[in-house]
């Protein structure tokens, strides 16, 4: 019923190669591995760092990121495999029927690969990098629990994440990418609520530092964070770890998934047994009787 999870404040700067993003990437692993994480997630948009590199791909296009998807997969795939941990590469932008999504990828001890498209696009995604919204959410099995991911703007939309939750989701994991205060406040305190209204952990960070030859991607405002529901067994405020803002570093923490099922049931608030489906629309009525008849776990 334990799991550990770290999560990195990914420094984005120019490069000169692929091969200095893999390192970027490995030591990070790394690193998690030292901690003996079962996962490590990383933040949205990490791969923009690669249209940095040098006469890179005719400029430096969030078209061009396609190309690099096999190299990203492989790198991704291998040190999960070679670390035994399930690592959440942040997100990829990837070319499907001549449209572009941004994807993220959760990559398993043993190979296997989950996706799962961002479903909720910002304006400045649509109007400057023509980025398509994803269809469908989907919940992956570990050996360690159900979880969801939940890319940035996702978790500022309460449907999906009590959707995930319906699902079976305990832990949602958020890749982020915010350029500033207010983005990443809007980011942050979505997802305290999120562990409020759902009573679920949500692990979530972004990317820190500047590309200063990719368009949009100039500046960035992050901060890695473990945030819990706000009730005795976990911190005061909601926060089991953070990070340092805009400061290089991993941060990492214990989840216990008894103590979401035990303040599901006896919590001074129980918001998931308590929501009123007789007053407004709620999700058994997309995933079946296992929303209504779960009242535990």
């Known amino acids: 019923m334990r799991l550990r999870v770290s999560a990195v404040q ?10 200095e993003f893999e390192q970027q990437v490995t030591h990070y692993v790394k690193n998690a591995a030292e901690f003996k994480a ?33 190299l990203y997969y492989q790198l991704f795939s291998q040190l999960a495999q070679d670390y035994n941990m399930h690592i959440i590469g942040g997100t990829h932008v990837v070319r499907e029927e001549e449209k572009l999504f941004n ?10 690969i989950g996706k799962q498209p961002k479903l909720h696009i910002t304006p400045s995604e649509v109007e400057e990098w023509n980025i398509m919204p994803g269809e469908g959410l989907q919940v992956f099995q570990t050996e360690k629990g159900t979880i969801a991911v939940l ?13 995930a939750k319906a699902m079976g989701a305990d832990v949602i994991f958020c890749p982020s990418c915010t350029d500033d205060s207010h983005g990443f406040h809007r980011v942050r305190f979505s997802a305290h609520a999120r562990t409020i209204e759902n009573q679920v952990y949500v692990v979530t960070t972004g990317t820190i530092g ?47 998934l008894s103590l979401l099922y035990e303040v599901r049931q006896n919590g001074s608030v129980t918001t998931w047994r308590d929501r009123r489906s007789d007053l407004y629309p709620d999700w058994e009525k997309l995933v079946g009787p296992r929303a209504v008849d779960e009242k535990i776990g």
């Open 38 to 70: 079962d996962f490590v997630l990383f933040p949205e948009f990490i791969t923009t760092q690669l249209l940095s590199i040098p006469d890179s791909n005719e400029g430096h296009s969030i078209e061009h990121l396609p190309l690099y998807t096999e």
């Open 151 to 163: 890319t940035c703007y996702d978790i500022e939309f309460p449907e999906i994440v009590r959707l």
């Open 10 to 19: 990914y420094h984005l700067h120019t490069i000169s190669s692929f091969e």
């Open 210 to 256: 500047s590309l200063p030859t990719v368009d949009f991607m100039r500046s960035n405002y992050g901060q890695a964070a473990v945030i819990t529901p706000n009730d005795v067994p976990f911190p005061q405020r909601g926060i089991m770890a953070e990070g340092d803002i805009n400061n290089d570093m991993i941060i990492t923490a214990d989840l216990d």
């Open 103 to 112: 994807v993220a990828h959760l990559f398993y001890p043993d190979g296997t």
